[in-house]
């Protein structure tokens, strides 16, 4: 059995996320690289977030919802299109897509975490981490998590 990896050529787990992609740069999504998908898995589901928000913004800050990406794509070019039948629900920015980095206090980790899900999910683009979460619930195969730091 093999197990679900996420990985960015830009930056290693836990390492620096390179400036660029912050929200006040250019804004644009790293590269991310899938592995080891699950054969039975129908779609993928991603949410980028910054649990270290709690304390600034009252929450967890969602920067980046996708959902219905393909089982079969290998990765996520830099500043990626999504193809029509790829889903991007609405962050804590406002906006519909990939909104980067941005901490208001100090350096803050942010989790891109990838759901190997055993159906596609049916939700509007208004649709936040919470929703996606809750219409996954039960559709999960398996989940991993990549981390990246990003300065003030």
């Given amino acids: 059995m093999t197990t679900l990896t996420l990985t960015s050529s830009a930056f290693a787990d836990g390492d620096r996320i390179p400036e660029q992609y912050g929200y006040g740069e250019s804004n644009v999504n790293p590269p991310l690289e899938f592995g080891g998908v699950p054969d039975e898995a129908e779609a993928l589901a991603l949410v980028v977030d910054d649990p270290d928000a709690v304390d600034p913004a009252g929450k967890v800050w969602d920067h980046w919802i996708v959902w219905n990406i393909p089982p079969d794509r290998e990765s996520i070019p830099e ?9 991007e629900g609405t962050n804590d920015f406002g906006e519909r897509g990939y909104g980067g980095p941005n901490p208001p206090d100090r350096e803050h980790t942010y989790r891109f975490r990838l759901f190997a899900l055993e159906s596609p999910l049916d939700l509007g683009p208004e649709a936040d981490a919470d929703a996606l979460e809750s219409a996954a619930a039960g559709r999960v195969i398996e989940t991993t998590t990549l981390e990246g730091t990003y300065p003030v």
Avoid at 79 to 87: A, E, G, I, S
């Fill in 79 to 87: 500043d990626w299109n999504p193809d029509t039948d790829v889903r």
